[in-house]
């Protein structure tokens, strides 16, 4: 044999080695999409599908939909990296279009807002925030997930509203009611409560029933938990819209069918507005979550330190 056929063989021993092992990864790992259960239909990473049509828009398109909305409630999983890019990436959007646009956030409780205006302000570095924020003592998802977002705001001084309410009063309505909380804890409590929406009580009685949680066993006290945690950041969007859009970050589950927070502002405010639901790969939605759906990466997520005392 000589060296030229030797060399010609090995090549082609190479190239059906790679085909072979190839189909066999291929098959192993399907590409995962996202199944729209109302519609039979699934749909690849990185698509943005309109619940009107329940088609596929560009993301031009869906920007200039959102160019004359007044909130903008823009979901996430807490600890998904990939979703605070998206987040980022419409707020650098908007921000062109809106430069007093505002961004509400229910990473933050509303006593600490007094530091979110030092923030935007740039009068503290990174370490004075975290510390004066008291972050892993509140919120406690890694900080990284929220690093670029944050210093994108810092460094075009755009104002950060903190929606929250003392992180330690849901979980103790959950446990106790409202009639177990302090007094001063109860000046925390949203002005309105509207425990009222029989299709939002539906939805979370079967989360409810679905993730048991020591000490936690009345339903009751675990739904007005969920109800004050929505009525207190529906009211700190409306005391802080001031006439400029709002871009809301908030966890997917309380804008899922639009009866957490979004209802609850828009009862107080009548501000237009639109609702994004960022959903991975490999799990499953339904057009009525959301007025756009965007698929994201399957998983790329951060350990999540906090154990959940309603649904996020």
Not at 298 to 307: A, E, F, T, Y
Request: with cysteine; proline share 4%; glycine share 6%.
């Amino acid at each position: 044999m000589t060296r030229i056929n030797f060399i010609n063989r090995w090549l082609i021993n190479i190239f059906l080695f790679s085909l072979f092992f190839g189909n066999i990864w291929g098959c192993a790992l399907p590409v995962k999409k996202l199944f729209i259960k109302n519609m039979s239909k699934s749909f690849e990473v990185g698509t943005i599908i309109s619940a009107e049509t329940g088609k596929p828009i560009s993301y031009e398109c869906l920007i200039n939909d959102l160019e004359d909305v007044q909130v903008i409630y823009v979901g996430e999983r807490h600890n998904d990296s990939s979703h605070h890019d998206i987040q980022l990436r419409l707020i650098k959007e908007l921000f062109k279009s809106h430069p007093y646009i505002s961004i509400g956030m229910e990473t933050f409780d509303q006593l600490y807002q007094q530091v979110l205006y030092l923030w935007s302000d740039g009068e503290l570095n990174e370490k004075e925030f975290m510390e004066k924020m008291h972050w892993y003592a509140n919120w406690r998802f890694d900080f990284e997930l929220y690093k670029d977002i944050l210093l994108f705001l810092k460094n075009n001084k755009i104002r950060i509203v903190g929606l929250n309410l003392p992180f330690h009063i849901p979980p103790k309505i959950a446990i106790g009611g409202i009639k177990t909380l302090s007094d001063d804890e109860k000046k925390n409590l949203p002005k309105e409560i509207d425990t009222s929406n029989a299709d939002h009580k539906a939805y979370l009685e079967k989360i409810f029933k679905q993730h048991k949680v020591k000490g936690r066993e009345n339903f009751e006290n675990f739904y007005m938990a969920q109800c004050v945690w929505e009525e207190i950041m529906a009211e700190s969007i409306s005391q802080n819209l001031k006439g400029n859009p709002m871009i809301v970050l908030v966890g997917n589950g309380h804008i899922v069918h639009k009866f957490g927070i979004p209802d609850r502002a828009f009862r107080r405010t009548g501000a237009s507005f639109k609702t994004i639901f960022l959903a991975p790969a490999g799990s499953e939605a339904e057009l009525s979550f959301a007025d756009y759906i965007w698929v994201t990466l399957s998983s790329n997520k951060h350990h999540m330190g906090r154990r959940p005392h309603g649904h996020r």
